[in-house]
C-alpha cells in the first residue's frame, strides 16, 4: 500500500487528509522552554496569541529522525511503500531527518524522501496529485516523474505586510525593518529553487498584491492552474485576492487557506501569498 507523508510546513484543506489519505508529521515549536507539536497541542491561532502574549516569535524545528521513525511506523504496515513530500530542503532539515528515518527502517518500509522545494500549499497539491495518480493505476516511478514536473514549474510568491516578524526571527536585520515599517514598504518574496528571495519592494498594501497578481501572470499567461491563495491571519485580504484571481486567471481549483505556522513564524500576520501549478 502507498501511504502518502506530509509535514507542518505544507498546507491542506482539512478534507483532502482524508479524501486522499494524507498523513501529517506536526513540526516542533518551542516557546521559551516548552515545546508544542503543531496542529495537535498548537493550532493557528494559539500561536499567534502566545506571539502577541510574549512579544517573541518561537523557535520552529524539523521532525527528528528518530520523530519519524516513530510516525512512519504508526501509520504504516510492514511492506508498505511511504512517499514522504516535505518542504524544501534549502529552508528546512525535515527532508533530511526523514531521509535518516528511511534509511533506518529499509528493511520494514521502502520510504521514497521527494524534497518539494516548495512550501504551503505547493506542498498539499503535491501530496493530492500523488494520491490521484496511484488511484489511476500510475506506478511509484511516474508519480514522482511528475511531482519532478511540478517542482520545476511551480510558484510560491508571498507579500508582506509588516518585516517585524522577519527581524525578530532573525530572517532580516532590525535596520531592514525599521526602515520599511517607517517608509510603509511592503517586500514580496519569491521562492526560487527552493529558496526564498525578497524581490521587490512596494510602497503599498494595494500595489504590493497587484504585483503579487502580475508576477503569477508573467509566469503562467492564461494556461489553466491550480492556485491556492495563502494568508496569515488576514482572510479578508486572501478574500479579496482570491476575487481578483479568479477573473485573472484561468484556474482548475482555486483555494483559500491559512498560512503555516512555519512560513507565518517568519514573516507574520497580514502575509498572504499565491501558489500555482500549471496543470498542462
Not at 506530509?6 to 484543506?13: E, I, S, V
Not at 502574549?53 to 501509520?75: G, L
Not at 532539515?93 to 521502502?110: I, N, P, R
Not at 520545476?152 to 525599521?178: H, I, N, P, W
Request: charged residues 25%; proline residues 4%.
Amino acid at each position: 500500500m502507498l501511504r502518502i507523508v506530509t509535514d507542518g510546513a505544507a498546507d491542506l484543506p482539512q478534507e483532502w487528509q482524508k479524501e486522499f489519505g494524507i498523513d501529517i508529521i506536526p513540526i516542533n515549536i518551542q516557546f521559551g522552554d516548552k515545546t508544542y507539536l503543531q496542529g495537535v497541542e498548537l493550532d493557528n491561532e494559539g500561536f499567534y496569541k502566545l506571539v502577541d502574549e510574549t512579544k517573541k516569535i518561537p523557535k520552529t524545528s524539523q521532525p527528528s529522525p528518530h520523530q519519524f521513525s516513530e510516525f512512519y511506523k504508526k501509520i504504516a504496515q510492514p511492506g508498505d511503500t511511504i512517499l514522504s513530500i516535505h518542504v524544501t530542503s534549502k529552508l528546512s532539515g525535515t527532508y533530511a531527518s526523514a531521509v535518516a528515518a528511511g534509511q533506518e527502517l529499509s528493511e520494514t518500509f521502502k520510504v521514497m524522501p521527494f524534497d518539494s522545494a516548495t512550501g504551503s500549499l505547493g506542498i498539499g497539491f503535491m501530496c493530492r496529485e500523488a494520491r490521484k495518480m496511484e488511484r489511476a493505476g500510475k506506478s511509484i516511478d511516474e508519480i514522482l516523474q511528475h511531482l519532478e514536473t511540478m517542482r520545476k514549474t511551480g510558484r510560491l510568491v508571498l507579500s508582506l505586510d509588516t518585516l517585524e516578524y522577519a527581524r525578530m526571527s532573525g530572517r532580516v536585520g532590525t535596520m531592514q525593518a525599521a526602515l520599511a515599517s517607517v517608509l510603509n514598504v511592503k517586500p514580496i518574496a519569491v521562492l526560487n529553487d527552493g529558496l526564498l528571495h525578497m524581490t521587490e519592494k512596494v510602497r503599498t498594501r494595494k500595489a504590493s498584491l497587484e504585483r503579487l497578481l502580475a508576477i503569477i501572470k508573467e509566469e503562467v499567461g492564461d494556461k489553466p492552474v491550480y492556485m491556492a491563495i495563502l494568508h496569515a491571519r488576514d482572510p479578508k485580504a486572501g478574500q479579496d485576492l482570491m476575487k481578483q484571481a479568479e477573473a485573472m486567471f484561468t484556474t482548475k481549483d482555486l483555494i483559500l487557506s491559512d498560512l503555516s505556522i512555519s512560513l507565518a513564524a517568519n514573516f507574520g500576520p497580514g502575509t498572504v501569498g499565491i501558489a500555482v501549478f500549471p496543470t498542462e
